[in-house]
Nanobody
C-alpha cells in the first residue's frame, strides 16, 4: 500500500472540496481506510472511516451531514466529499489504511499513511 492524498485547497466558508486518497500500488481494496486531520497546534483527530467494501462508515460528530466518504475499489481510491465547509475544518488532512478490513477510529490501527493535503477555509 502506498497512499497519496489530493484535493486540498483554499476555499471560502460554505464551499465544497473533494479529497482523493489513491493507493498507487492498487493493493488496498480489502483494507479499511480513514481520513484524519490535524489543525495547527491541535492533536490529530479522525474525521471519517470506511470499511473494505464501503458498507460501513464512520463520521466524527462535527462533520456529520456535511462530509461523505466513499470508495471506488476499481480505482483503488477513497474519496472524502466535504460540503458546507467551515473555518474550523481548516487542517492538514491525511488518509490512512489499516491491515484489517473493518473500520476503526483508533489511529494506531492504521499502518499506512499518505502525505497530508492542506485544506484552508476562510470566513
Amino acid at each position: 500500500v502506498q497512499l497519496q492524498a489530493y484535493g486540498g485547497g483554499l476555499v471560502q466558508a460554505g464551499d465544497s472540496l473533494r479529497l482523493s486518497c489513491v493507493d498507487s500500488r492498487r493493493t488496498f481494496s480489502n483494507n479499511g481506510v480513514a481520513w484524519f486531520r490535524q489543525a495547527q497546534g491541535k492533536e490529530r483527530e479522525i474525521v471519517s472511516a470506511i470499511n473494505w467494501n464501503g458498507g460501513d462508515t464512520f463520521y466524527t460528530d462535527s462533520v456529520k451531514g456535511r462530509f461523505t466518504i466513499s470508495r471506488d475499489r476499481s480505482r483503488s481510491t477513497v474519496y472524502l466529499q466535504m460540503d458546507s465547509l467551515k473555518p474550523e475544518d481548516t487542517a492538514v488532512y491525511f488518509c490512512a489504511a489499516s491491515r484489517g478490513s473493518s473500520i476503526s477510529t483508533r489511529s494506531a490501527t492504521y499502518n499506512y499513511w499518505g502525505q497530508g493535503t492542506q485544506v484552508t477555509v476562510s470566513s
